[in-house]
């Protein structure tokens, strides 16, 4: 008989030897960050509180500062002012002290931007970025990050590019900036530039194409830094550790022993204010191209031949090219959408997606999906992977679940006569950070009985110390010039394209039964028959 025993806690202690303490722990060199967008609500809720955390732990370098680029008029004293705000309640020390504040606040600069279509504004721009780096010494190394809307991306990276602020010498009207050129027209300013841009890159391929493009028009690819937050997550990252810094999981990691893949984003929010973007975006858009699919190629890679960037990012991008297309002819099979309607979340009444402010009364925006993708190679061939993601779930979860084949022959049989459940590893990436193995066991007595039990590991507890904010790392990264953990341009196209034929698809044929899943719930039944016909479940996290 199959038990399930109590769960008992179990403590791993992490045992760092010193001269693995830092592998190579990335160097963030002076700079001055200019974030356009500055009063918006992604500086105000992650980039300030991050430069923060970092300033807290020592890991910004010694000569910095922020310029904060807006719309709004608005002095120095303001917008340090709109800082201190931001930071309330998001500090690890609750209030930050005055003292502290002192040193980190006089870094914060502010330069209006009352038309963004202006060159005489960027050509102002230039010069208060001139005289910052001389007050603060940061050798010319600069960041522009695009915290706007992303309809504003290209007019701004453009008019960089015109006003000569993309490191690249400068660009002239009419110019097609091939970099030979521009560098031949003025002279490289001293000092890197590098130019990060938020989330979501495009709409679609072609708006990504262009985007792409137009932004190396101006920029080399070396010089860009698509952020995707999750890659920033530690236990993303440790994907890669676990593979490859541990010999006894590579030899398992593939069709011979791996039954499928279940990689689930389970969110318990709803859109909040975001209808604006959300109706247009939907979960494919919003979740799959970007975070779904960047766990999905970390899973699947094959070992890259160092722990660089480029060889890591190259992996991911061979393994896009081999995710076989969705076939739309069967697209039931492969493809499920769903809308949250009514429900109950902790014990509270919720409405439905469609009531939500600025949402259409028939709105036909997916706010969950699920899909089943295969990965046409030796190593996966065989190898389904199930991605779901969705809105108003039933808990908040993400979760990457290697479910290992069945044993090949039952010698237990007569004893035991159920079949027994797989292995299973799971890859907690939150709100728990860790990794679960589950394997059978036999109950202690005379009698054969089996239970599953359950080798867990969490980050907190073992390593004592909780995970910085994705964003912290990023922004190190970046100020270290370290591209590993940002999409390359090729990635982002082939996510696109991979996705393209899908939307498309659900464009033109509107869902007939949305709401068709409760709030509360973890979507759709048809996301679970997806498995069923299969004769697979997914884990409930
Ligand atoms: C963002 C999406 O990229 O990721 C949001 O636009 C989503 O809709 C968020 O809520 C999820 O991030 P996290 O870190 O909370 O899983």
Not at 498 to 515: D, I, Q, S, V, Y
Request: charged fraction near 25%; include cysteine.
């Amino acid at each position: 008989m199959q038990k399930e025993p109590k769960k008992t806690g179990q403590t791993f202690i992490a045992q760092v030897s010193p001269e693995n303490e830092s592998i190579q722990e990335p160097t963030a060199q002076s700079c001055g960050i200019v974030i356009f967008g500055a009063t918006g609500d992604l500086t105000q809720r992650k980039l300030i509180p991050a430069l923060f955390h970092l300033f807290q732990g020592w890991l910004l370098p010694d000569r910095w500062y922020v310029l904060g680029v807006g719309r709004k008029k608005m002095t120095h004293e303001d917008f340090r002012t709109s800082v201190r705000k931001s930071l309330d309640g998001v500090s690890r020390m609750g209030q930050v002290p005055t003292a502290v504040w002192e040193t980190f606040g006089k870094r914060f600069y502010y330069a209006p931007l009352s038309d963004i279509e202006k060159p005489k504004e960027y050509a102002q721009l230039g010069k208060d970025l001139v005289e910052l780096e001389q007050v603060h010494k940061t050798g010319g190394n600069r960041i522009f990050y695009l915290a706007t809307p992303p309809g504003l991306y290209s007019t701004i990276v453009h008019q960089l590019g015109m006003a000569g602020l993309s490191g690249q010498g400068q660009k002239r009207a009419g110019d097609h900036c091939k970099t030979e050129q521009k560098t031949k027209s003025s002279p490289k300013k001293k000092g890197s530039v590098r130019l990060i841009v938020e989330k979501p890159f495009g709409t679609d391929l072609e708006s990504a194409q262009n985007l792409n493009q137009e932004i190396r028009e101006v920029f080399g690819e070396e010089q860009l830094y698509r952020i995707d937050h999750y890659l920033g997550k530690e236990a993303v990252q440790n994907m890669l550790f676990l593979r490859y810094a541990n010999a006894i999981f590579e030899p398992i990691w593939n069709r011979r022993y791996i039954d499928h893949i279940q990689i689930t984003a389970a969110e318990t929010l709803g859109i909040e204010s975001r209808a604006g973007y959300y109706e247009e975006a939907g979960a494919l858009r919003d979740m799959f191209q970007n975070h779904l699919l960047q766990l999905l190629c970390l899973v699947a890679m094959e070992a890259p031949s160092s722990f660089e960037s480029e060889r890591i990012r190259d992996e991911k991008v061979k393994v896009l090219r081999s995710v076989r297309p969705i076939n739309l002819e069967q697209i039931d099979q492969c493809a499920i959408r769903g809308q949250y309607g009514k429900g109950l979340m902790d014990g509270v009444t919720v409405d439905d997606y469609r009531k939500e402010p600025g949402v259409a009364a028939h709105s036909k925006t997916e706010t969950f999906a699920a899909l089943k993708l295969h990965i046409d190679n030796w190593r996966w061939q065989g190898v389904p992977f199930y991605l779901r993601s969705g809105k108003r779930m039933a808990k908040k979860s993400t979760e990457i679940v290697i479910v290992f084949k069945e044993v090949p022959h039952l010698l237990f049989k007569p004893m035991i006569p159920g079949r027994l459940e797989s292995n299973t590893l799971v890859l907690s990436v939150q709100p728990t950070e860790g990794i679960a193995l589950t394997f059978q066991a036999k109950y202690p007595g005379p009698k054969f009985s089996v239970g599953r039990v359950t080798m867990d590991f969490n980050y907190s507890g073992a390593f004592h110390s909780a995970s910085p904010d994705a964003y912290e790392r990023l922004l190190v990264d970046c100020m270290a010039g370290d591209q590993m953990l940002f999409s390359r341009g090729d990635w982002i196209e082939l996510s696109w394209k991979l996705l393209m034929p899908l939307l498309n698809h659900w464009k033109k044929t509107p869902a007939p039964c949305f709401p068709n899943y409760p709030s509360g719930s973890f979507g759709p039944k048809e996301a679970d028959e997806l498995l069923k016909r299969d004769g697979r479940a997914w884990r409930s996290p």
